[in-house]
């Protein structure tokens, strides 16, 4: 009876602090966990930064199987949390399901377009931001050969391969851009072996600079360059400090600012397509102490000036995902 | 040993291991700055509070049944089938296959011819262990462990070179198309006037699971295969001397394991996702293990022990959605069960043994 009666006694806390949770923004992180170094941790990173500056709450949930993916979102919104973020492209079956049922609720996808009214779906150009650091590989290489090093086979990382073999092929004609996957599945994120010995590989090929847009794995690729004495760059958060001075630089592309935003907006916030390009400073390339040495100020003027003709329009970098066709680079 | 009575078997022991795994788990979410309390009452009342959890817990039970009624058929004939998870992922493809490729008028037509082409494809995932074993002696542990391997290369080949649409980032098949969707559970209660909640995963699998139960005790137990299969596994030997063929017996035994396995598609590829993703079993494959050894490889036991898997997951998805308890922390509770009630077996029942039966001596 007792143990029925703290049962209950629970129940009660739990059906208040539910209650408290209200209009509190809630953010889902895919199968690989928030503290994954890479993309699920830019949002965990965008998420606290918001709770930090407004003292704000939020709930979150890390997924432990694929059918929780709309579970998760049907039970944040039922509790009435608004707005909902998700990170990653895998939730756009279950959103597309789920959104319809909710209308008043605001959703917020990153890397991904559902089409609904109370979507807002966050898409980033990487292709851009990969075209910039592509020319300063290819101005900064010494042998005119320059690597990419992929994670999972998708078109989204592609993308940034073709933007990256765009940007080399600008900045020299002849450089010759070689370019790996590390795999085909979700494991391919996080294979920092492999990435090592991809690296090894595209050395002996020539390449003095490798760019990794491979989350986990691209940390063996960084360490294995800094090993062999050749420049590599780093992806999604700025990775500079990870080996000072033998990393050309980071292709940031800011989930957090977009994690960030979601929140502030808050419940109403402005649904649709939300493109976060050089513009609106959504991707870019990253400058500190760690690689002042390594980008002279004649190379950063000439870079600033490429990235000014890509916002103007003068530069139109092509999006692999567009047509599924790189011009520079066949797969 | 000493001999326990057999309900002392069946419920005390697989009860007390449960207490143990419970207590455990409840120290480990005291340690960790959790009250201990709430976390068991979220998981209780989010598992089986309410028709929703329900709908959860019966889903992933569905799961369980099918993979614990595979390895419960083979173990007794004494092969170990640690092959469901790839099985169960080779019964997906077959399930793919059938709803994508051939347009069907109505769904129940579509049950039949999928939950054919699952249990043909996990069977014959299953064939080449068995014939390995039985014709050159290679350990079923061994050669089923490599197929699930196996399964999930070729799965993922084929997701991602040739079922997977183009443009897709997602390693997956497109949609199946509307005619071969399942209705839910939930729709199916509804229309006959009982209210469950809507929008859950379980769904007329659960069904289909119950009718391989009965199937399973109906083969085990009363049929000439199956006493031939129970007899294989007593004794070799044995069963060679009375003139049972060993190949024809673990192939066939193995098959019927695989098929078993490969049924659990139609619950999570047709029913819940409505399409063929990369990794769909998500290990239910050796959580059957578990639930086979729990259950005493008897189908009513199989039945429970997976809802009490069932509830642990769900439970376990309600800590995750409304506590900051770890993700982590929450696979440390299932695999304490599966521990006490699993690998600890031996230990609870001597400990309940020393309890039930001494005293009783001590009388006489």
Known sequence: MTIMQKFLGAAATMALSAGA????????????????????????????????????????????SDAQREQALRRFAEAGSNPIVMAGFAFGNALGEVAGDYPDTSFVIIDMVVDAPNVRSVVFNEHEGSYLVGYMAA?????????????????????????????????????????????????AWNDPVKGGELTRAQISQGADVVYAAAGGTGLGVLQTAADEGILSIGVDSNQNYLHPGKVLTSMLKRVDNAVYNAMKDGP????????????????????????????????KATVDAVAAKIISGDITVHDYMSDESCPSLTF | MEQLPKWADLIVVPLVGLILAFSLSMLMVFA?????????????????????????????ATNFIFTGLAVAVAFHASL??????????????????VCLFIPWPHWTIALVAATAAAGLFGALWALIPAYLQAKRGSHIVITTIMFNFIAASLLNYVLVNKLRPKGSMDPATAKFPEPAHLPSLGDMLNAVGIPFAKGTPANVTLVVALVACIFVYYLIWRTRLGYQLRAFGKSQPAAVYAGIN??????????????????MAINNVMGEAERLILGSVEGAGFIGIAVAL??????????????????????????????????????????????????????????????LVRPKRAEA
């Open chain 2, 32 to 60: 960790t700055g959790h009250d201990p309390m709430d976390a068991l009452s979220l998981m209780v009342k989010g598992a089986l509070g309410s028709t929703y959890g329900w709908g959860y817990t019966l889903y992933y």
């Open chain 1, 268 to 299: 109403g916030l402005e649904t649709g397509f939300n493109v976060m390009g050089l513009a609106n400073e959504g991707v870019g390339y990253s400058l500190d102490e760690n690689n002042a040495d390594l980008i002279s100020d004649d190379l």
């Open chain 2, 294 to 355: 729990m259950g005493r490889s008897h189908p009513l036991g199989i039945l429970f022990a997976a809802l009490l898997f069932g509830a642990l997951y769900q439970g376990g998805a309600e800590l995750g959605l409304w506590t900051s308890i770890p993700r982590e922390l929450v696979i440390v509770i299932q695999a304490l069960v599966i521990l006490f009630t699993g690998a600890l077996d031996n230990m609870v029942r001597s400990m309940v043994a020393k309890v």
């Open chain 2, 80 to 97: 170990f089938n640690i092959g469901g998870e790839g099985q169960a992922a080779i019964g997906g493809l077959g399930v793919a296959l």
């Open chain 1, 139 to 187: 101005q900064t290489s010494k042998t005119n050969t320059v690597g990419f090093i992929g994670g999972m086979d998708i078109p989204l990382i592609r993308k940034f391969a073709c933007g990256y073999a765009q940007g080399a092929k600008a900045a020299n004609p002849d450089t010759k851009v070689l370019s790996n996957m590390t795999g085909t599945t979700g494991a």
């Open chain 1, 21 to 64: 949770a209200l209009a509190d923004p809630a953010i889902i992180f895919d199968l690989g966990g928030k503290f994954d170094k890479s993309f699920n941790e830019a949002a965990y990173n965008g998420a606290t930064r918001w709770a930090e500056e407004t003292g704000g709450k939020f709930a979150e949930v890390e997924l432990q």
């Open chain 2, 246 to 263: 060993p190949v024809k017996i673990t192939i066939i035994t193995m098959m019927i394991s695989g098929a078993l396995a490969g049924l």
